[in-house]
């Protein structure tokens, strides 16, 4: 069996102005959730929008625990580089769940 968690970010940048300024912080975080902890990482939601962003990041193990905890690092990362503007939501999924 594995195991499939799914974190859904929500960013606010408040004090950016331009959407290229956007993608500057968006390809470093996205850069450094994939190198720190082998997530898959997107652009999900507010792709036109200059001070918001939804990202979806997968995570996936063969252990529930490991995975669980690597989440919660995954999310104590996010809120530490935009303590203000950030919201963080996980959903862990077995391949049970899927049949």
């Known amino acids: 069996?594995?195991?499939?968690?799914?974190l859904e970010i929500e960013l606010?940048?408040?004090?950016?102005?331009?959407?290229?300024?956007?993608?500057?912080?968006?390809?470093?975080?996205?850069a450094q959730l994939q190198r720190r902890f082998g997530a898959a990482v997107a652009e999900?939601?507010?792709h036109q929008l200059w001070q918001r962003a939804g990202l979806?990041?997968?995570l996936v193990g063969r252990d529930a625990g490991p995975l669980k905890k690597r989440a919660a690092d995954v999310e104590r990362y996010v809120?530490?580089?935009?303590?203000?503007?950030?919201?963080?939501?996980s959903q862990l999924i077995s391949t049970e769940d899927l049949h």
């Open 1 to 6: 069996m594995a195991f499939v968690c799914l």
């Open 12 to 30: 606010h940048f408040p004090e950016n102005g331009s959407l290229k300024g956007k993608r500057r912080e968006l390809s470093s975080l996205k």
């Open 44 to 46: 999900t939601e507010h």
């Open 56 to 58: 979806t990041a997968a």
């Open 79 to 89: 809120w530490g580089m935009f303590p203000d503007g950030a919201s963080v939501e």
